[in-house]
Nanobody
Framework: QVQLVESGGGLVQAGGSLRLSCAAS????????MGWFRRPPGKEREFVAA????????VYADSVKGRFTISRDNARNTVYLQMNSLKREDTAVYYC???????????????????WGQGTQVTVSS
């Protein structure tokens, strides 16, 4: 079992930066593929980024590639999402997600994740 708590959201001007954190509890965190998703206002949840348990492989949505960076610190049981050059269209509730430790492949599909945090709001103003 993995429990996830996101933090770091807030209000930022377009062009600014934020770093989201996701603190995980559970013995299997270090073996879990981790992902970030977001739900923009009035839209469905969408994939943002994911990282393998060792951090050696990552995948990004085209809309954030080159601006966002996912990373993890297994010693701290934390995964991060560094968001730079933020745009108004990045406004959303951001969710952290984890796969079970036996599901080792990266996936961009929400259904492929087994555990979810409650979300943190990111609002980008013009």
């Amino acid at each position: 079992q993995v429990q996830l708590v996101e933090s770091g959201g807030g209000l930022v001007q377009a062009g600014g930066s934020l770093r989201l954190s996701c603190a995980a509890s559970g013995r299997t965190f270090s073996r879990s593929v981790m992902g970030w998703f977001r739900r923009p206002p009035g839209k469905e949840r969408e994939f943002v980024a994911a990282i393998t348990w060792g951090g050696g492989s990552t995948v990004y949505a085209d809309s954030v590639k080159g601006r966002f960076t996912i990373s993890r610190d297994n010693a701290r049981n934390t995964v991060y999402l560094q968001m730079n050059s933020l745009k108004r269209e990045d406004t959303a509730v951001y969710y952290c997600a984890a796969r079970r430790s036996d599901r080792v492949a990266l996936t961009t599909t929400a259904g492929g994740y087994d555990y979810w945090g409650q979300g943190t709001q990111v609002t980008v103003s013009s």
